[in-house]
């Protein structure tokens, strides 16, 4: 579906630039209508997440690396969907900081131990990691929103074990 829509998207711009013509304001509010919302991407999110422990309780490194790579890009997408976010006050929520601590705080210390093929770390920065997410929905006001270690993997299809 969404694969479907960004292929809409993609064939509208090619258009356009194919006419020589400059976009519209039409045609830009139309592009945008197209896009996925920040909770759509999010679902994406857990889905890779979920599979990265599982992934990683296997030691399946270059799995747990694919995963992990995959859970970071679709938390930086929804983050370029919408970087300011309206908070009940009215006051803006900007979430590249957010974004940023749980870059440094949850990613990196999952890579390391990652790379360094160490369970045990593994399932400490995991746990880390999944603070940092619940970190940004407390700040944007939806704290319900709270990960925990997954009780299987997302994917019903990939086969976790090296
Ligand atoms: C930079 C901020 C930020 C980070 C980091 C973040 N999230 Fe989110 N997440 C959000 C926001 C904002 C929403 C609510 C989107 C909405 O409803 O408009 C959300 C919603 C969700 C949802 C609910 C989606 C739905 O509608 O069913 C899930 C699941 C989720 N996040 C998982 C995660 C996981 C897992 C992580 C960490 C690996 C994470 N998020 C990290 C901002 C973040």
């Known amino acids: ?20 013509a400059e976009t ?14 920040q909770s759509h991407v999010m679902t994406d999110v857990e889905y890779n997440f979920a599979n990265l422990w599982f992934a990683g309780r296997a030691r399946n490194w270059p799995l747990a690396t694919f ?16 970087p300011v976010r309206k908070l009940a006050s009215g006051q803006d929520l900007p979430l590249q900081p957010l974004f940023d601590a749980f870059d440094h705080a949850g990613v990196d210390e999952l890579r390391k131990a990652i790379q360094q093929k160490e369970a045990k770390a593994f399932r400490k920065a995991y746990q880390g990691a999944l603070t940092q997410c619940h970190a ?16 299987r993997p997302a994917s019903p299809l990939i086969s976790m074990r090296p």
């Open 1 to 20: 579906m969404r694969i479907l829509l960004i292929a809409t998207a993609v064939l509208v711009l090619a258009a356009t630039s194919a006419r020589g």
């Open 24 to 37: 519209s304001a039409d045609e830009v509010a139309q592009l945008r209508a197209l896009l996925p919302s």
């Open 67 to 82: 995963y992990l790579n995959e859970s970071r890009s679709r938390v930086q997408w929804t983050v370029r969907l919408r």
């Open 136 to 151: 940004c929905h407390v700040a944007a006001e939806k704290p319900f929103l709270k990960p925990g270690i997954p009780s």
